[in-house]
Every structure is written in C-alpha cells, then in structure tokens.
C-alpha cells in the first residue's frame, strides 16, 4: 500500500523568509513520481513542482525546490523569499501507475 | 483553454436525492479522475478512467457511479445523497501516467453540501 504522510498541519513564515514543508511515503514501486501542489483560499489545485524518483537531482522551480531523499523516502519542499501570494494549503503527493495518493496538506500562511 | 471545466461549483442536496457532477476536459486527455476533499483527509481517489468505456473504483467508490463513454466527459453520479457524502469534489485529467507523467490539471472543484 502507498501512503502519504505530512506531519506539519500548520505553518507560518515571515515575508521574505524561506520555510521547508516536510513530506514522507512509502512505496514499494521503483518507477514513480512526486508532487507538490498548492491550494489558496480559490480553492483551484496548483501544481507547484514535481520529482521523478528515478532522477537523483532534485527539482527546482524558481523559488521553490525539493529536497528529495530516495532512500529515506522523503520528499520537503523548500520556499525561498516566501510571499504573501505563497498563503495556502500545501499536498504533497505520490503517484504510482495509475493512481495519485495525498497527503492530508499543511496549511501555511505567510506573515507580512 | 479552458483546461477541466466542473460544474455546478457550488450544490445542496436533501438526503435521498441524486445528482450528476459533470466534469468535462478539452486537452484530449486519456486519464480521468473524481477526488474528494475533506478537513484533515486530503484527497481520496472516488473512480478513475484510463480512456473512453473504461472505468475503475479508487479509495472511496461506495455511493458512487461514472461512466466514460466519451474521451472528454466524465461525470459522477450521486445515486441516493447522504450527508456523509458533503464535501468538495475535484475532477482532474492528465494525458497518461507512467513516463513523462507531469501531473493532473485539476478542476475548480465543486462544494456539496447535503442536509
């Protein structure tokens, strides 16, 4: 069974300072993928960056990046020059074939 | 570019009632999928499809039906509304899983609400 886990349900950070949402799973697959996607108040799922496991350079997206450790499955995302548009709830997710698996989300609110 | 257009987003239903969520998608995606959301859950798989005429259950299948008979709609039937069922509910395709998957491209959601 593939599992998601977010330990962190909220978070806060300064204007301009960087936070590390953590993220872990486990699978028995070799071949997958990971995913960050944000929530704001709009309710709209946005993908934020993605991850191929069998890629050991982690995945970087302008102020976001990923710090993935394969070994010990886990998979936190890091927010640099954090901004008040960052505001919103956070899932991490793994996807195996044809099935996506959540995490239950860490809300984190930027503080100005 | 309209992306994965839900509709209604927002719905009441009394307990007993049924109702079908569309959820349509103009990207010629072969993969489709029903989420719902609720507090401290995240989001739990309800059906997936893999193309047209093909269905499958996920997580949370149970009061719950879909069909596929076309690439671009996939809508979800709620056949007897109970208040268990009150949540927010995503539709979300992609054009394949497996390699190269870049994710889903998520609808706006819909919030039911069932009393």
């Known amino acids: 069974a593939q599992t998601v886990t977010q330990s962190q349900p909220e978070m806060s950070v300064q204007e301009a300072e960087t936070v590390t949402l953590s993220c872990t799973y486990d699978t028995s697959e070799n071949n997958y993928y990971l995913f960050w996607y944000k929530q704001p108040p709009s309710r709209q799922m946005i993908l934020v960056i993605r991850q191929e496991a069998y890629k050991q350079q982690n995945a970087t997206e302008n102020r976001f990046s990923v710090n993935f450790q394969k070994a010990a499955k886990s998979f936190s995302l890091k927010i640099s020059d954090s901004q008040l548009g960052d505001t919103a709830m956070y899932f991490c997710a793994l996807n195996t074939g044809n099935q996506f698996y959540f995490g239950t989300g860490t809300s984190l609110t930027v503080i100005p | 570019n309209a992306g994965v257009t839900q509709t209604p987003k927002f719905q009441v239903l009394k307990t007993g009632q049924s109702m079908t969520l569309q959820c349509a998608q103009d990207m010629n995606h072969e993969y489709m999928s029903w989420y719902r959301q609720d507090p401290g859950m995240g989001l739990r798989l309800i059906h997936y499809s893999v193309g047209a005429g093909i269905t499958d259950q996920g997580e949370v299948p149970n009061g719950y039906n879909v069909s596929r008979s076309t690439t671009e709609d996939f809508p979800l039937r709620l056949l007897s509304a109970a208040p268990s069922q009150t949540s927010v509910y995503f539709c979300?395709?992609?054009?394949?899983?497996?390699?190269?998957?870049?994710?889903?491209?998520f609808g706006s959601g819909t919030r039911l609400t069932v009393v």
């Open positions: 979300a395709s992609s054009q394949g899983t497996g390699g190269g998957f870049r994710g889903y491209t």
